[in-house]
């Protein structure tokens, strides 16, 4: 059963933006590139890039952040179960679908509105990276994108005002929390916690995005213990060999995702994890074993 709460300032804010924007084709695209930002193929090209190529630690620090904030995220939608607000006013207009080849009102497939994902995903990332750099600048661009994918989210119909604000502020304290761990526990036990808190969804979640970001946390998870037992691989500070890096692993991981979808061509919540799962653990722990070989070197 779905629920619809909302405060009034929030439909009209909406209609006013959708009033602006929502007439024109051109900057309905432009708004939904910011909304592109904060997509999963995103966030995994950012973790990738970073934990493949340029830092390790930060990738890592990085994947965790979102994940378990993404995690939070779903969690607590599937609590609120709170309809997107196109589905429930005739006044707004769903510009762009989250799942565009799925009835735009199936729940299931479109996901709830409360709170923003792509709001968490970007907060997560981008205040992962102030917490790491420290550098003004990275705060203050950052908080820029952050405001774009907010109001992207809210002028395509998809997402209420407060959806951003709350899907932002559990990004924040996501980041928060993950650093208290790993600074006063081992990152086994770290990793254990997550994937059991996280891992409650599956008795009472009812959304795809809960179930692929469980699966890329479980394969992450694993893929990382696996690299330090087997692949404990260096960063590169070589340019080239870092981009190679970088192109083959995400081509990889769209290869394999497409793959897998046909092998596991069904709608089961569990497989759609299982399938995440054996990919995250592909392309961030087998595939790094090629870093070894000479295709990889360059001098």
Known sequence: M???????WEVLLIQYLQGIIGNSPLLVSIISMFSSLASAEMSVFII??????????????????LLFSSCTNSLIKNLFLRNRPYFVNEEIECLRPVEPEFDIND?????YSFPSGHANNIA?????????????????????????????????GVHYPSDVLVGIFIGFISILFIQYM??????????????IFCGLGVFYCDSNDYFSTYGLLCGFVLADLFNDKYN?????????????????????????????????????????????????????????LLFKYNIFKFK
């Open 2 to 8: 779905t629920i619809s709460f909302q405060f009034g």
């Open 48 to 65: 990738c890039f970073f934990y493949w190529s340029y830092n390790r630690k930060i990738g890592l620090h990085l994947a965790m952040s």
């Open 107 to 111: 729940m299931a497939k479109q996901g």
């Open 124 to 156: 997560s990332l981008i205040y992962t990276l102030y917490s790491e750099f420290k550098n003004k600048h990275v705060l203050y661009i950052g908080n820029i994108i952050i405001f774009l994918v907010a109001l992207s989210r809210v002028v395509l």
């Open 182 to 195: 790993l600074k006063h526990f081992d990152k086994k036990i770290t990793y254990i916690f997550l994937v």
């Open 232 to 288: 404990d691989f260096s960063n590169t500070d070589n340019i080239l060999r870092g981009l190679i890096r970088l192109v083959c692993g995400f081509a990889l991981f769209l290869i394999v995702n497409t793959v897998l979808k046909k092998i596991f061509n069904t709608d089961s919540y569990y497989i759609r994890s299982l399938r995440y799962a054996i990919n995250s653990f592909i392309i961030i722990g087998i595939y790094p």
